[in-house]
């Protein structure tokens, strides 16, 4: 995808490569494989059956918002740019802050070893992960 918008309401996986192009998901329900440079990810509701998810974004915000019951274990690289996530039901096992790097491996949500896993390398971008309200 290049250059355009991208609107979907329900989707059982994805994988994407898109430049210039803003995605807006109401419902993922399964893994994704998102690759972006300049534009924007907003997914409103993660459901708790997806086990393999990867953003790798440049130049492009990313927004997920996960079911409430989903924990997953997160690995995140940030270059010049901000990883926002929830503040309860965390474990930050390992965090690097560098001048212009920074680096997170831990786990987010209730279960004692989630089997889902959550990839992001940011590049001059922010990343949020939230819970659905």
Not at 115 to 125: D, G, Q, R, V
Request: proline share 3%; net charge neutral; aromatic share 12%.
């Amino acid at each position: 995808s290049q250059y355009d918008k991208v609107k979907a309401e329900s989707l059982d996986g994805v994988i994407s490569v898109s430049r210039f192009t803003d995605f807006s998901i109401d419902k993922l329900n399964g893994d994704f494989d998102f690759d972006i440079q300049y534009g924007e990810l907003a997914v409103r509701h993660i459901s708790p059956g997806f086990t393999k998810g990867s953003i790798r974004n440049s130049f492009a915000e990313a927004k997920l918002v996960f079911d409430p019951k989903t924990s997953f274990n997160l690995n995140a690289e940030m270059s010049f740019g901000d990883l926002n996530y929830p503040k309860s039901n965390v474990t930050i096992e390992k965090e690097t802050v560098g001048y212009t790097t920074n680096r997170y491996m831990g786990k987010i949500g209730t279960a004692a070893s989630p089997l889902a896993s959550l990839t992001i390398k940011s590049k001059y971008a922010n990343t949020s992960i939230s819970y659905q309200k």
